[in-house]
């Protein structure tokens, strides 16, 4: 085992070539971080901020034009749209952080201990497998048509299809880390299992985890638009994005902006986390970035 | 002399094209006449390998950039080439091997395509003619069975055969300029020797000229005509291969060479104690590959390993790769669990212990491992790294704290060295944290595997003479695994040499090195690279007198088997 | 070789036994009484005992997964409880549509996004890199649906290239065809090429690390000759993995897309099924496109030792 040099000097990142760019990717960010807050306030002050009742009908004023007394206009019941998109956005938040923390809970144990144990492994392995055979979206229909649309049985059914993903990721940081000499030599020092675990093993697993953590609630947050659009989310009456969207379908035509607005919203919540999550991939582990987390 | 083939005028290379960041290459000024081979030497970070790919016009782009000087080859201005021109030139002028023969081929492409490829880019042949070539050129690097070879994708070859692959490669256009990037390091000595010498024929054969990049003096005194040494980015001499052994002139290449370990061994040291702390009895590891559908595969990574270590005594277990030395010491350290014959750690057989019984003696056998930036945790600071060992037998947190201290002191490190975190140290520095880790648990047996194997020769000659030091004031037995005979030869007071997973040979070192009954283990001594000279003292090395020691201090001599 | 066919095809079987466990338990685990949510708020206590006779809900446990495994190895997927037609035959008629623009969607983002990815990995850093970036996120950020109704607004109703919705089978010609397929596929697309491209350029870079690239550039060959016949062809196997486990994304957008652009496949199947509350067409779907995704992945699996002959194990 000899070194070649080249390796030894040190060699300039992207980075440090570009000044320019730097700025950019430090930008980038801070926008993300700064339109997710505004999201969040917007969701937590709904009640201020919203001008009408977000449920309240007025048959009078079906499918209105932008107005003073309603900015973004009205949908087909004559609901104020903009409440509605404000009210929404507690509900995606809602899921998205929901299921994120659901699935971590449940994710990085299962994870951490298939890494270690050969045979329970090999069994949750193949559970695994059998259940990222199946489409996310059918499985978390199938769950919402059985038990009903409550925004629990909603957050189960997306949580349930992310689960895989975080127990296989966090399998393959702890059996790469766990050939590690350091854990040989951790083990040669008659440290316990859990120590090892604790101490040598799963401080690995936090930074992918917190980066696919962020991509689970992009990804949640999507789903539940989905199954609302499809008339398998939360029940009808509640504003969410999805829902405004799929009651708007019908009048495409005539108001592109009911399904514009909340889908303008969604995209660009789901955009913001996405940039937050490649930010942090970056800031938090440079050698993530070549490879490209997992989705 | 004539007008040289390669000349390389104040190259600077540096960081990215931004004057202001720092520069890699400091004006490197070089000359190689035709059929000449000039070595270029130096330690990790000394700028061989760039000023090579500086030549080929392969800087890794955007990340390194010549900033100015000239490479001329038979006087045309490599810099100043565009890149079509600089195409052209590679391989039919100027070609290049790498270190890593298995690396450095495309593993998804049968290596008969990946020669032709060279024909291809630069020849108008016929497939046919083509062909022909490629299994000529096969034949000069004395491949067997051509036709199969030219088929037969990279992972179905030996490390050699790769490397001659790689030669054919590179020579089948009789290049005037070979330029050579560690080409030998990552494989054995026996097989070192072979590739040096096919070099050297084809190089009289074609009238080639060689930039040779070597960090290993051995490897200079074979081959080198001159001699080119850098250090930090500059040449700090050239000069004939004779000269600059004999009679450096500056200071730098003399510390270089003084640190090259002797092949003659340490004077014999008197035995000390007669208490045995770590023997092994007829030691066996088997790996079984079970396989659905198909019969288990099974490997024979160690055989019938039996040896005996006295307190305060080295023991070296040295050999080739895949000889079963590493495994031996993994089994030791119960990091594998042997699946024949006894380990005995002062007495007691710990090859068969559980988990929890073997607790207790775990402490008794500390390792050393071999790459010191992966052994180390990188979120554990040095003082937690050291002191996690201790307290996971009870000793209080402050206790194993002071104790770290106190360690941190014998191994050379500054105290603050505590709170520290490991990137924040070089890779002998960091060896010497690995070392104090291991000595925290107060063992009787330290394991260290190939532990100077990745450390420059300067560094490595500091590791040595700290273990030396250490073993001196505390006591400790060493089993020491490499495949460098030299260093074996400065450290060993016994040596037990391994082949095929057994020991062929055990004994003392000064008679194994000096006068060694096996056929392999003469066979390891003669290909080891400039075994005829003593860089330390400047001079060829003496024929070795057989030892006068006495055999009596080899606990259980065995002969081969 | 056929023994590593044989034994990665044997592999696929317990992914296909957990899938059938996890879809029987999920009706069987629902708290509550499924029925009674399948059946509506307004069902007679008569409907609510059909519906669970034909579900099975009236025996005890063990006899249901017997006989509903049984059932599914004789290729009966159950019977809607709306139209009481088999679940199989409602799957043959839609399978058309779906199937096709599934093949063009695939065809498409290769063919778009692994260029992408060499190109971006290429000049890593340079602004072709960031523009694929920055369009990878945005294909993974934008809801499926969302770029189906800005297609539509622009490409049908503002510039009139295309009809607004509607679909034409293969067999009435590709010119109809591929004029009411482009834009589903190109909707459906944006989230695959998102993914492919993401990886290709990821694997990629990775490769060009390596000594070989070095190697074949050292031989003096031409930079796409190092690019494509040495480096994508070692990265291809990260790219053919996600092209696979990419399609579960592809069977969620299909669902999604046909629905706004009224195509009349499998994914319309779904939705009217949602509406209806038919549970056996659902379950026969989640049932019927794992085989497909665990069937997919096994040939791309064997797809790896094509690609890399070191994989033969």
Redesign the interface.
């Known amino acids: 085992m000899a070194e070649t040099d080249t390796h030894a000097a040190p060699v300039a990142g992207p980075a440090q070539r570009r000044g320019r760019n730097l700025s950019l990717r430090r930008l980038a960010p801070v926008l993300a971080g700064g339109i997710l807050l505004l999201i969040v306030a917007a969701a937590l002050l709904a009640g201020a901020l919203a001008p009408h009742d977000p449920l309240q009908m007025m048959p009078s004023q079906r499918l209105k034009p932008p107005s003073e007394a309603y900015p973004l206009g009205t949908d087909a019941f004559g609901r104020d749209l903009l409440s509605r998109i404000l009210y929404g956005a507690r509900i995606s938040l809602m899921v998205g952080v929901g299921v994120t923390v659901i699935t971590v809970a449940v994710g990085l144990p299962l994870g951490l201990l298939a890494g270690f144990f050969r045979t329970l492994d090999s069994v949750l392995m193949r559970i695994m497998d059998g259940m990222m055979a199946i489409p996310s979206l059918l499985l978390a229909v199938a769950i919402v048509s059985l038990s009903g649309a409550s925004i629990w049985t909603v957050l189960m059914a997306i949580t349930i299809p992310e689960v895989p993903r975080i127990v296989r990721l966090v399998r393959s940081i702890v059996l790469s880390a766990r050939e590690e000499p350091y854990v040989e030599a951790a083990i040669s020092l008659g440290s316990s299992l859990p120590r090892i675990l604790r101490r040598h093993l799963m401080p690995n697993t936090l930074a992918p985890l917190i980066v696919q953590g962020t991509y689970v609630c992009a990804s949640a947050i999507l789903t539940e638009a989905i199954l609302s659009f499809l008339g398998a989310g939360i029940s009808t009456e509640t504003p969410s994005w999805g829902n405004i969207m799929a009651e708007g379908r019908m009048y495409f035509q005539i108001r592109p902006s009911l399904i514009f607005w909340p889908g303008l919203l969604l995209s660009v919540c789901i955009l913001s986390i996405n940039l937050l999550g490649d930010s942090l991939r970056d800031i938090l582990d440079p050698r993530l970035k070549q490879r490209g987390a997992e989705r | 002399m004539s007008a040289p083939i390669l000349s390389v005028r104040d190259l600077v290379v540096g960081i990215g094209p931004d004057a202001a960041s720092p520069i890699v290459l400091d004006g490197v000024s070089l000359d190689i006449a035709a059929g000449e081979t000039l070595c270029l030497v130096g330690e990790s970070g000394s700028g061989k390998s760039v000023t090579s790919l500086a030549v080929m016009g392969l800087l890794p782009r955007g990340a390194l950039v010549a900033r100015s000087g000239r490479v001329l080859l038979e006087g045309e201005d490599l810099l100043a080439a565009d890149r079509r021109r600089l195409r052209a030139l590679r391989a039919s002028r100027m070609a290049m091997i790498f270190q890593e023969p298995m690396t450095a081929l495309n593993p998804v492409m049968p290596v008969g395509r990946q020669i032709d490829e060279v024909l291809r880019a630069h020849t108008s042949l016929t497939p046919a003619e083509r062909r022909r070539r490629v299994l000529s050129m096969l034949e000069q690097v004395h491949l067997p069975d051509v036709a199969r070879v030219f088929a037969s994708y990279p992972h179905q070859l030996s490390g050699g055969q790769r490397q001659r692959i790689m030669i054919a490669m590179a020579l089948i256009l009789e290049p005037k300029l070979l330029i050579a990037d560690e080409p030998t390091t990552a494989l054995d000595v026996t097989t070192q020797k072979e590739i040096l010498r096919l070099v050297h024929e084809l190089q009289e054969k074609q009238g080639t000229s060689v930039l040779f990049i070597t960090h290993d003096m051995g490897v200079v005194a074979e081959i080198a005509d001159r001699v080119c040494v850098m250090h930090q980015g500059t040449v700090v001499e050239t000069d004939t291969v004779d000269a600059i052994l004999r009679a450096p002139r500056k200071d730098y290449t003399r510390r270089l060479l003084s640190a090259v370990p002797s092949l003659t061994p340490r004077a014999p040291r008197p035995v000390a104690s007669a208490e045995i702390v770590l023997e092994t009895v007829e030691l066996g590891k088997v790996y079984a590959r079970r396989r659905f559908l198909r019969r288990a595969e099974e490997t024979v990574a160690a055989e019938a390993v039996s040896f005996a270590l006295r307190r305060g005594r080295t023991l070296g277990i040295v050999g080739e790769s895949g000889s079963g030395k590493s495994t031996v010491a993994r089994c030791v350290m119960r990091l594998v669990d042997p699946t024949a014959g006894a380990i005995r750690v002062k007495g007691r057989d710990i090859s068969s212990l559980s988990r929890s019984a073997l607790q207790p003696h775990r402490k008794r056998i500390q390792m050393v491992f071999q790459d010191p930036y992966r052994s180390l945790n990188p979120r554990v600071t040095v003082g937690e790294s050291i002191a996690e060992g201790p307290t996971n037998y009870g000793v209080p947190r402050d206790a194993a704290f002071a104790r770290a201290r106190s360690l941190l002191e014998i191994v050379g490190l500054p105290p603050d060295a505590i709170t520290r975190y490991p990137h924040q140290f070089s890779g002998g520095q960091r060896q010497r944290i690995a070392i104090a880790r291991a000595l925290a648990m107060e063992p009787d047996v330290l394991v260290a595997d190939e532990a100077v194997s990745a450390l420059d020769v300067s560094v490595q000659a500091q590791v040595l003479a700290l273990l030396d030091d250490i073993q001196e004031r505390l006591g400790v037995s060493l089993l020491f695994i490499t495949h460098d005979l030299r260093v074996a030869a400065q450290i060993c007071d016994d040596i037990a040499v391994m082949q095929k997973g057994r020991i062929v040979e055990y004994g003392a070192a000064s008679e194994v090195l000096t006068a060694p009954r096996q056929a392999y283990t003469r066979q390891l001594l003669d290909a080891a690279p400039g075994r005829d000279w003593d860089f330390a003292r400047f001079m060829p090395r003496e024929p070795a007198a057989p030892a006068a020691a006495p055999v009596a201090d080899v606990a259980k001599p065995s002969g081969g088997h | 070789m056929p023994?590593y066919l044989?034994?990665r095809i044997?592999?696929a079987i317990?992914?296909?036994?957990?899938?059938a466990?996890?879809?029987f338990l999920?009706?069987r685990l629902?708290?509550?009484d499924?029925a009674a949510?399948?059946a509506g708020d307004m069902a007679t206590p008569e409907q609510l005992a059909r519906i669970r006779a034909s579900l099975g809900l009236d025996k005890p446990v063990i006899v249901q997964f017997v006989s509903w495994i049984g059932q599914l190895l004789r290729g009966d997927l159950g019977t809607s409880l709306i139209s009481q037609t088999p679940v199989t035959t409602l799957i043959a008629q839609r399978i058309e549509p779906t199937i096709s623009l599934a093949l063009l969607t695939l065809l498409l983002s290769i063919l778009i996004a692994v260029p992408l990815g060499v190109l971006a990995a290429w000049r890593?850093?340079g602004i072709t890199d960031?523009a694929v970036m920055s369009f990878s996120?945005?294909g993974?950020?934008?809801?499926?649906?969302?770029i189906g109704?800005i297609l539509?607004?622009i490409f049908a109703?503002d510039l009139k290239w295309f009809p607004?919705q509607g679909f034409r089978s293969i067999s009435d010609g590709i010119g109809p065809f591929l004029q009411r397929a482009t834009l589903p596929s190109l909707a459906l697309a944006s989230i695959y090429v998102a993914?492919i491209a993401?990886?290709t350029?990821?694997s990629m870079?990775?490769v060009l690390g390596?000594?070989?690239v070095?190697?074949?550039?050292?031989?003096?060959?031409?930079e796409t000759?190092v690019l494509f016949?040495?480096a994508l062809?070692?990265a291809a196997v990260p790219i053919m993995t996600?092209i696979g486990?990419g399609f579960?994304l592809l069977?969620?957008g299909v669902?999604?897309t046909e629905?706004?652009f009224n195509v009349p496949g499998i994914g319309r199947l779904?939705?009217d099924a949602?509406?209806a509350?038919d549970?056996p067409v659902?379950?026969g779907?989640?049932l019927l496109?794992?085989a497909l995704?665990?069937l997919i992945?096994l040939v791309i699996d064997l797809s790896y030792s094509l690609?890399?002959?070191?994989i033969r194990?």
């Open positions: 023994g044989l034994r044997l592999a317990p992914v296909m036994v957990v899938v466990v996890f879809v999920l009706l629902t708290p509550g499924p949510v399948l890593h850093g960031k996120v945005l993974f950020s934008v809801p499926v649906f969302v109704y539509i607004q109703i607004v993914l993401r990886m350029r990821a870079l990775e390596e000594d070989y070095r190697t074949a550039r050292a031989k003096g060959l031409r000759a016949r040495h062809r070692n996600v486990t579960a069977i969620s669902v999604v629905s706004v779904t939705v949602i509406l509350r549970y659902i379950q779907l989640i496109t794992s995704y665990v992945n690609l890399d002959p070191r194990y």
